[in-house]
Structure formats: structure tokens, C-alpha cells
């Protein structure tokens, strides 16, 4: 059986799977369209299923091994892309506990504030990270901390959409600097989490707790 390689890609407004072969040639996609989960209580908000969409991703990934005559034993190596900016949070035990879209809006007040309270910041984070608050994971870690709680109480990590793929693919939960890098707390000339940029998001509240 000729190899072949395997893309699964997390879009803004889809799902799909695309088959190459060795020499690049695309020989097969799938693709499904998803709808983000928008929270009425919380203008803005845009959450990814992942339940839902993980069932839509396999499905994806069976349509393009059968238009492609392949069998799963066919496919030699797997990649994930996604839509920029999405993230996933995981508690202890390797279970996803939140995620949202890039298009997630939801935390504005969050990234006034952070600015109103902490000028320069953005433009030292911008330096190291290569992001801007908005859409970044930052403002989106104090809604969490303001809004859930609970789950801010239990999250343990957290990666990209595309992480999330290779985790539920591999068990594994790591964080391709490639797209970590828009999270805002990657620093690209090191490749790691920077522990500065952190440090200084934790120390600052941006409103107290709601519940």
C-alpha cells in the first residue's frame, strides 16, 4: 500500500480532513461547516464543542479515506492546523474543562481593564509574544477567573486548537509554538511560556469574582 500523510485542520467555520501523498499531490478532503456555541448570557462569547466537533473531525477524516479508496493503515504520519487565537483548557487528569474560538469576543471589559490598569503592558507583552491583548488567551484567562471559577479553580493547562487535535489523537498535550505563539504568553525568540508575562497577569484583578 502506497503511504500517504494526513492534515486535520480546526477552521474558524469548519472541519476537515485532507489526504496527500508523498510527492505533496492532494488526492482527498472531507470537510463538515460547525457553528460555535454562543452563550446568551455573555455577549460575545463564542465556545467550541469538542465533544461535537471531535465527532465532526472523525467524521471528516473517515469521508476522505474512503473518496481517497484508502485504508486508515495507509496514512504514515498526521498534522493539525487550526484557526489562530482558540484555545483549549484541561484540568489535572487530561479532560478538557473549557475552549472557545477564535471569534470568541467576550472578554472586551477584561482588556480595558487590563490596559487602563497596566499601561505598557501590552506593548512589553507585544515584544516578547508577537500578540495584542485582544483575542489572545490573556483576557480570556481573567473572564474565566471572573466569571467560572469553578473552572478556573481546576484548570491544569492549556493549548491551541491544533494542540488539541494532537492530544486527543496521541494523549499527549503540548503546544506547537507555531500557533502557541498567538495565545500571547509564548515568547518567540525562546520558544517557551514566559513566566514574566504570566507572573504579572496573575497579580492584577480585573473586577473582582462574579458567580
Not at 456555541?37 to 465527532?55: H, I, K, Q, T
Not at 504514515?76 to 489535572?92: F, H, K, P, Q, Y
Not at 497596566?118 to 516578547?128: C, H, K, N, Q, T
Request: proline share 4%.
Amino acid at each position: 500500500m502506497t503511504p500517504h500523510v494526513l492534515a486535520i485542520d480546526a477552521g474558524t467555520g469548519s472541519g476537515r480532513a485532507v489526504i496527500f501523498d508523498l510527492s505533496g499531490r492532494q488526492v482527498a478532503v472531507a470537510q463538515e461547516e460547525w457553528t460555535h456555541l454562543s452563550d446568551p448570557r455573555y455577549p460575545g462569547s463564542m465556545e467550541f464543542d469538542c465533544v461535537a466537533n471531535w465527532a465532526l473531525l472523525a467524521r471528516c477524516v473517515r469521508k476522505a479515506l474512503a473518496s481517497a479508496g484508502l485504508p486508515a493503515s495507509a496514512i504514515r504520519a498526521v498534522s493539525a492546523t487550526s484557526m489562530r487565537e482558540g484555545i483549549v483548557l484541561w484540568d489535572r487528569n487530561g479532560r478538557e474543562l473549557w475552549a472557545c474560538a477564535n471569534v470568541d469576543s467576550r472578554a472586551s471589559d477584561e482588556t480595558k481593564a487590563l490596559k487602563a490598569a497596566m499601561p505598557g503592558f501590552e506593548r512589553d507583552a507585544y515584544a516578547v509574544t508577537g500578540q495584542t491583548f485582544a483575542l489572545g488567551a490573556i483576557p480570556r484567562l481573567k473572564w474565566i477567573e471572573r466569571h467560572m471559577p469553578d473552572v478556573h479553580a481546576r484548570m491544569a493547562r492549556m493549548c491551541m486548537l491544533s494542540d488539541w487535535i494532537v492530544a486527543r489523537l496521541s494523549g499527549e498535550i503540548a503546544c506547537d509554538p507555531s500557533n502557541g505563539g498567538t495565545s500571547g504568553l509564548l515568547a518567540l525568540g525562546t520558544r517557551t511560556w514566559d513566566a514574566d508575562i504570566a507572573r504579572r497577569c496573575r497579580g492584577h484583578s480585573c473586577g473582582g469574582r462574579r458567580r
